[in-house]
């Protein structure tokens, strides 16, 4: 059988599609490719099976580099050989939201789909109520991409949405915002740290002797989230597949798989496989 294409390049229809830039194909192949083995895997497994993306974009997005436009996370997920039983879509922005709309309507009405507008982090209880009921019998498994633009996700969200069986596939902005905007955060008055961690006194845990230094940043905000979601009953990701800019070779962000069963952690390896090897993160 041939593998799922998970980088799909499609004609601009005329709806708002936003210029993102080439480093974007590389997180699509990835969650695509995570999409095709979760429902080929687990299709006799599981009597449901949900794909929850809490920051779904317009559907489209256009390449800065090359002017090519291609299907993000969210129709991805909806194009694979064998489909999730529903699909969960959250967007916030009005624009993004209308152009999503249009085009789920339009190329995949055979879907069980529920769009949801509004923030994910004030939204979770209705995405918890879009989840189809289940129990002994009528199983559920659902697979929760978080494809935030940065550091704006509040650990609150993910607690709630990880308290029964669910994979997660989450994108870290450690670089891109967390070390860029560290003396922003470190102030007393920004909450943005305590609320992506779900940690009020991080700034306790962080500082040595009174000194916090910046080079320890994105480690520290990196061990710190994977002891939250340990807590949970999550096992720590044994790898960050790490996005880098194809300019500089800088490091951006890091998309880091959580799951409560070793079958998640061996399905993300593998489609590790699939796109072109990144460095992992040693914690």
């Known amino acids: 059988m041939d593998k799922f294409n ?7 229809d005329g709806l708002y599609t936003p210029i993102v830039r080439e480093w974007s194909l590389e997180k699509y192949r990835l969650v695509g490719s995570y999409c095709d083995i ?16 809490l920051f779904s974009g317009a559907g489209y ?38 152009a999503l709309e249009k085009r789920v309507n339009r190329d995949f009405s055979h879907l069980n789909v529920e769009l949801i507008k509004g923030d994910s982090n004030k939204n979770v209880s209705k995405v918890l109520k879009a989840i189809p009921p289940f129990g002994r019998g009528n199983t559920l498994l659902p697979f929760c991409f978080v494809d935030p633009y940065s550091l704006n996700l509040n650990f609150e969200t993910i607690k709630s949405l990880g308290q029964t069986l669910m994979d997660f596939l989450i ?16 102030n007393d008055e920004n909450t943005r740290i305590a609320e992506y961690l779900g940690i009020s006194n991080w700034r306790e845990l962080f500082e040595k002797d009174g000194i916090a230094n910046r080079k320890d940043f994105v480690k520290f ?12 009953g999550y096992q ?21 798989f959580y799951s409560k069963h070793p079958t998640g952690e061996a399905y993300f ?15």
């Open 6 to 12: 998970s980088q799909i390049e499609v004609k601009p």
């Open 38 to 53: 979760f429902t080929s895997g687990m299709k006799n497994k599981w009597n449901q099976l949900v794909y929850i993306d």
């Open 61 to 98: 997005a256009k390449i800065k580099e090359n002017n090519k436009t291609y299907l993000n996370s969210a129709l991805l997920a909806m194009s694979t050989p064998i489909p999730f039983t529903k699909y969960i879509l959250c967007e916030q922005d009005d624009e993004r939201y209308e």
């Open 171 to 186: 994108l870290q902005a450690l670089h891109m915002d967390g070390n860029r905007n560290f003396d922003t955060y470190l």
């Open 221 to 232: 905000l990196a061990t710190q989230y994977q002891e939250q979601m340990s807590k949970m």
């Open 236 to 256: 720590k990701a044994k790898r960050f597949h790490q996005i880098r800019s194809n300019e500089k070779n800088l490091p951006l962000y890091y998309l880091s």
């Open 269 to 283: 390896k593998k489609i590790q496989q699939r796109v072109k090897p990144q460095l992992s993160m040693d914690l």
